[in-house]
């Protein structure tokens, strides 16, 4: 059974930092690209940010450069978001999503049950 947990959300204040996990088991988990996505009230659900399993890592969401940083440790099995310079627009349930490619296609795709994030003084 697949399982994505994720934590380390809550409320912080404009400018606070938070570093969110996401504990994956169920998977070969080196083998898959770790994304976090994030939805505001009212929204549609967005990608915020990517790590490949090579270790590539990108930020998709503009509001996210210069202050989103996402890591892995394969060892552990284990993503995390680093966020820094939080505004009020960054808050959102954020959730964890392990996906398996091949040939560009995603052929797995798998979901935490989000953690909220809330910024505000």
């Known amino acids: 059974q697949v399982q994505l947990v994720e934590s380390g959300g809550g409320l912080v204040q404009p400018g606070g930092s938070l570093r969110l996990s996401c504990a994956a088991s169920?998977?070969?988990?080196?083998?898959?690209?770790m994304s976090w996505y994030r939805q505001a009230p009212g929204k549609e659900r967005e990608v915020v940010v990517s790590?490949?399993?090579?270790?590539?890592?990108?930020t998709y969401a503009d509001s996210g450069k210069g202050r989103f940083t996402n890591s892995r440790d394969n060892a552990k099995n284990m993503v995390f978001l680093q966020m820094n310079s939080l505004n009020s627009e960054d808050t959102a349930v954020y959730y964890c999503?392990?996906?398996?490619?091949?040939?560009?296609?995603?052929?797995?795709?798998?979901w935490g049950q989000g953690t909220q994030v809330t910024v505000s003084s």
């Open positions: 999503n392990a996906g398996w490619y091949y040939s560009g296609n995603k052929v797995y795709d798998y």
């Open positions: 790590i490949t399993s090579a270790g590539s890592a990108t």
């Open positions: 169920g998977i070969t988990f080196r083998s898959y690209t």
